[in-house]
């Protein structure tokens, strides 16, 4: 069974630092995605990573991937207060079994 | 585009009683999936659709729980009879036809509470 892990779980950061979220996932799979929730609301996408090697950036956000080691990155630059949420990875593990990382609960204090 | 479409938005109801969620996905969408979160167990997946055919529905708790999706745009979700760990928020979300590229389009849950 797939298995997508996340860390760190909670994560408080000062504003303008940088700081790095790690996912790491059980079975091949080239298809990575992050995800941004903000508390009591729904999940929106905020990358797809389909191959190894891709990178996407989004403002102070980018994400990275390495299916050979199974691993993506969301790397945060010069973190803001508006950044403060909670960020899932899922990995498709085939056919749209969609599996999800327990999630960084990111606290961006000024 | 509307997004996916949920409702209620809330529920609350008593043990033992039927619930029924509704959803419906982004028109032109052919995979629905069911999410359940917790802050015990975060978001896991009860099942997903693809084409309307049930594809995996290991992630269903026991037998109370059930899915349908008559058409390519409504599904239920239903627990029979409802218990007090059902209580969570319960996600629908679709995505779009191809080689799996699309991510999923959420929609703004059901909070369900089971007093």
């Known amino acids: 069974e797939l298995k997508v892990e996340q860390n760190p779980l909670f994560l408080s950061m000062q504003e303008g630092k940088n700081y790095t979220i790690y996912c790491n996932y059980s079975t091949t799979s080239d298809r990575l995605y992050w995800y941004r929730q903000d508390p009591g609301k729904s999940l929106e996408s905020l990358f797809v990573?389909?191959?190894?090697?891709a990178v996407k950036q989004e403002g102070r956000l980018m994400a990275s991937l390495d299916t050979k080691a199974r691993l993506s990155t969301l790397h945060i630059t010069a973190a803001v207060h508006d950044l403060s949420a909670t960020y899932f990875c899922a990995v498709d593990g085939g056919g749209n079994d969609m599996r999800f990382g327990a999630g960084t609960r990111l606290t961006v204090k000024p | 585009d509307a997004g996916v479409i949920q409702s209620p938005r809330h529920e609350v109801t008593e043990m033992g009683q039927e619930v029924t969620l509704r959803c419906k996905p982004i028109?032109?969408?052919?995979?629905l999936f069911w999410y359940r979160q917790t802050m015990m167990r975060g978001l896991e997946l009860l099942i997903y659709?693809?084409?309307?055919?049930?594809?995996?529905d290991s992630g269903m708790p026991e037998d109370r729980f059930s899915a349908k999706m008559p058409n390519a745009s409504f599904s239920t979700l239903k627990i029979q009879p409802s218990e007090p760990r059902d209580s969570a928020v319960y996600f629908c979300?679709?995505?779009?036809?191809?080689?799996?590229?699309?991510?999923?389009?959420f929609g703004n849950g059901t909070r369900l509470t089971v007093t």
């Open positions: 028109s032109g969408h052919n995979s």
């Open positions: 659709f693809n084409n309307n055919v049930p594809i995996d």
């Open positions: 990573l389909l191959s190894n090697g």
């Open positions: 979300a679709s995505s779009a036809p191809g080689q799996g590229n699309s991510p999923l389009h």
